[in-house]
């Protein structure tokens, strides 16, 4: 979904946001650096395979997809994150790796990790690597109903 139709939907259903457009930038954290957005209020997607079908996980870029997390609250025997080749006919329009959280608009179920709960305000990628979306978060829950559970974690680094 391109970031014009995106905006379209928002608009369509009456939603304030703001668009942040950066130079290019191509990790979650990389995002959070050059927009001066803390890591835990910048949402980004995680594409998952869950029993052979395609899910959204949506989590704080300063946290990390917890797969084993994943498998316990959705009941799974098998949970992988998902090869670029198996999703990117998915997210037509969209650059791969940029995609909007709105698995809604992409027929596929999201896990929201319920950090992202706390905070009023969340930002995402709006389907390019130089386009954000920030809105309040209670209107991003109304709009994608997403299933809020624990699915994430800190990165561990080993210190010598």
């Known amino acids: 979904m391109p970031v014009a139709k995106l905006r379209e939907f928002l608009d369509k259903k009456h939603i304030q946001y703001v668009t942040?457009?950066?130079?290019?930038?191509?990790?979650?954290?990389g995002i959070a650096a050059i927009t001066h957005i803390p890591g835990k209020e910048l949402a980004k997607t995680v594409i998952v395979n869950i029993d052979d079908a395609l899910a959204m996980v949506?989590?704080?870029?300063?946290?990390?997809?917890?797969?084993?997390?994943?498998?316990?609250?959705?009941?799974?025997?098998?949970?992988s994150i998902a090869p670029e080749k198996d999703f990117e006919h998915c997210f037509p329009g969209c650059e791969l790796g940029a995609m909007p959280p709105f698995g809604n608009l992409y027929d596929m179920t999201v896990y929201v990790d319920e950090s992202l709960t706390l905070d009023q305000e969340i930002a995402f990628n709006a389907g390019s690597h130089y386009e954000l979306i920030k809105m309040s978060y209670k209107d991003f829950e109304k709009l994608v109903k997403p299933v809020v559970v624990r699915v994430a974690r800190m990165r561990y680094v080993a210190v010598a």
């Open 58 to 79: 949506v989590l704080p870029a300063s946290l990390h997809v917890d797969l084993n997390l994943v498998r316990e609250v959705t009941g799974a025997k098998n949970v």
């Open 20 to 29: 942040i457009t950066h130079s290019a930038a191509f990790t979650a954290q």
